[in-house]
Structure formats: structure tokens, C-alpha cells
């Protein structure tokens, strides 16, 4: 009989899965780091499955007793992922099904911010809305507006899919601060249709600057207080993919400043927390973490994190494994 540790409550079908596999364990909320590496560590699951606020860190997997961690999430920074290997314990996540969801919201963002849509709601309903008028709440438009893409994997890619049918002009750079070249074939549909450039170029074309990056050593603090002054004084940046990977002090210095326009976020660099100063900002729009956020993809990602989850138990590979080589080498 397998048993499952799972973190925090997920979507019904995830869960009737699970205990169709064996017993399963759901915690009412993610437990502190401490609680975490205990369970973990007590011999009593096989498999956890993890939250992305839940650090699985090295001294953690040091001590745990599980096969495998099946992370509820496309993005497993909270995981150290090297040292699971060394151990032989398996990571899964959810990749492909929120791609799509997750490139709405950064257009959303991108239209938010550029149509000024917070400060346009909260006029009418503060009752500041009195008729029609030749310049009221003007915004910018985003066709023939350049949108820079950090990253070329999924999300970036559907991200320009939608950004093309809007009519704006994009340019990417896959692997920033690195450079790495994408050939046509690689490119398929978006060949003559898109542009890989530098980072640098990038960073100085985009009036949209859209981050499509995993959080790692290379991409934390990508866009810093130097990134953030050398973008245009107009340009807009939007995060939907991790928090850190913007130095979140040195933004809220630039929206102030004037140093950028505006900026549209999913993801916070200390989240649920705010850097001081962003959320008094007129010219971003902050939304709380919800790029995958839509019924059907939650109900996949739970589908997918229980599969990942019910093939460890069983020693099997996952079908969404992250570190396969971790299960060759306990077969080797
Ligand atoms: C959400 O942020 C995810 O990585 O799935
Ligand atoms: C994540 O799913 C990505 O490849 O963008």
C-alpha cells in the first residue's frame, strides 16, 4: 500500500486518485519548514506531494525517507534538485498544462498595464467617472509595440502567439543573461515571425519586457537596478514566472523614479509579501499568483501531480519526471 503526504489540499480528482493508490495524508495548509523535513524524515510516506512555497531543501532530503517529490507546479525552484538526485529521490512537476493559462496572464498584464485597466476601474467605482472625455485615462497601445521575450520555452511561446495576433513586433533572447542561438527549425511557427537578440538588446528595444525564465543561480536578480535603467523610461515590465527573479526593491526605486513606466505582476520576490512601497504604485497592476489559476489547468495539475506521485510510490518512472537520471541510477 502506497502513502502519500500531501501538503496542502488540491483539487478533488488529484486527491480520488491518490486514494485509489493508497492512503494519502492532506494537511489543512502547508507545514513550516521544520514540520516539513519531520514528516518527511518519519519513514511513514513514500511520497510527498509539495506546494512551490515548500522548501525541499538538501539538510531536508539528507534526512527524507521518501521515493519521490511530486511538485504541484510547473516550476520547482523550492526544490534543490541536485541533491535530490544524489540521493536517488525523483521530482516531478506539471509542465504543459498551464502553459496557456499562464500566457493569458501575461497578455492580461500586458493590456492591464498598458490600458491603465486598475486605475481605470477603481475611477468608476469610486464614483470619480463623470462621462466621456477626449483625454480621459489615456493609455498606450501594444500593436507595432515591441514585446521582448526572457526565455523561449512554453509559456513564451504561447505569450508571443497571443502578442503576434495583437499586432506587436517580438523579440526574444532564450536563455538571458546567457546567449544560446535558436535556429529556424527550432523556431517551427514562429520562424520570420519573431527575433532572438542579446539580453542587452533586449533589454533596451523591449517596451514590453515579459519574463519567461525558470528561477535559478543564473536568472535570480535578472532584471536588477542596472537591467532597470537601462530599459526604456516607457517600457513595461511583467513577471508571471517566479518573483526573485526581479529585484523587487530596485523596481518599486524605478516605478517611482520614473526610471520605467510600469510594471505587471504575477509573482513577488519574498510572496505573500510586497517590497515596500509597490502596492501605493499607480502604474502597476498586482495580481496575486494566479497565472495557472483557472479550473480545468488546476484539475490537470492535480491529475498530473498524482500520477507523478502514484509512479514513485511504485518505483516506476513518473510521466513528468524532472530528474529521470535519479531513477536510472537506483537501477543501475
Ligand atoms: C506556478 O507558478 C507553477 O510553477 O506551476
Ligand atoms: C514552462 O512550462 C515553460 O517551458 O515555459
Not at 19 to 48: H, M, N, Q
Not at 308 to 330: D, R
Request: hydrophobic share 45%; glycine share 8%.
Amino acid at each position: 500500500m502506497s502513502r502519500f503526504l500531501v501538503t496542502a489540499p488540491i483539487p478533488a480528482l488529484g486527491l480520488e486518485l491518490l486514494r485509489a493508490a493508497g492512503e494519502v495524508a492532506v494537511l489543512p495548509e502547508p507545514p513550516d519548514p521544520a514540520a516539513l523535513a519531520d514528516l518527511c524524515a518519519s519513514g511513514e510516506y513514500d511520497v510527498v506531494l509539495t506546494q512551490l512555497g515548500d522548501p525541499v531543501d538538501a539538510a531536508l532530503l539528507a534526512r527524507a525517507q521518501v521515493r519521490g517529490v511530486s511538485n504541484f507546479a510547473v516550476g520547482y525552484n523550492n526544490i534543490d534538485v541536485p541533491a535530490a538526485t544524489s540521493r536517488g529521490i525523483l521530482v516531478g512537476n506539471t509542465p504543459g498544462v498551464l502553459t496557456d493559462a499562464t500566457a493569458d496572464v501575461a497578455m492580461l498584464l500586458i493590456l492591464g498595464t498598458a490600458r491603465r485597466v486598475i486605475e481605470a476601474d477603481s475611477m468608476v467605482r469610486d464614483g470619480r467617472f463623470h462621462g466621456w472625455a477626449p483625454e480621459l485615462m489615456l493609455g498606450r497601445d501594444v500593436s507595432s509595440q515591441v514585446l521582448g521575450l526572457a526565455g523561449f520555452g512554453r509559456i513564451a511561446r504561447a505569450t508571443a502567439r497571443r502578442a503576434l495576433g495583437f499586432g506587436m513586433e517580438v523579440l526574444f533572447s532564450p536563455r538571458p543573461p546567457a546567449e544560446r542561438h535558436v535556429s529556424d527549425e527550432e523556431l517551427g511557427e514562429f520562424a520570420g515571425r519573431v527575433r532572438q537578440v542579446p539580453w542587452a538588446e533586449l533589454v533596451q528595444r523591449s517596451d514590453f519586457l515579459s519574463l519567461h525564465v525558470p528561477l535559478n543561480e543564473q536568472t535570480r536578480h535578472l532584471v536588477d537596478a542596472d537591467v532597470l535603467a537601462r530599459m526604456k523610461p516607457e517600457a513595461i515590465l511583467v513577471n508571471t514566472a517566479r518573483g526573485p527573479i526581479v529585484d523587487e526593491q530596485a523596481l518599486v526605486a524605478a516605478l517611482r523614479e520614473g526610471t520605467i513606466g510600469g510594471a505587471g505582476l504575477d509573482v513577488y520576490e519574498d510572496e505573500p509579501r510586497l517590497a515596500p512601497g509597490l502596492a501605493e504604485l499607480p502604474n502597476t497592476v498586482l495580481l496575486p499568483h494566479v497565472g495557472s489559476a483557472t479550473v480545468p489547468v488546476r484539475n490537470e495539475m492535480a491529475r498530473l501531480s498524482a500520477l507523478n506521485a502514484i509512479a514513485m510510490a511504485k518505483g516506476e518512472l513518473p510521466p513528468h519526471p524532472v530528474n529521470p537520471e535519479a531513477w536510472h541510477q537506483t537501477r543501475a
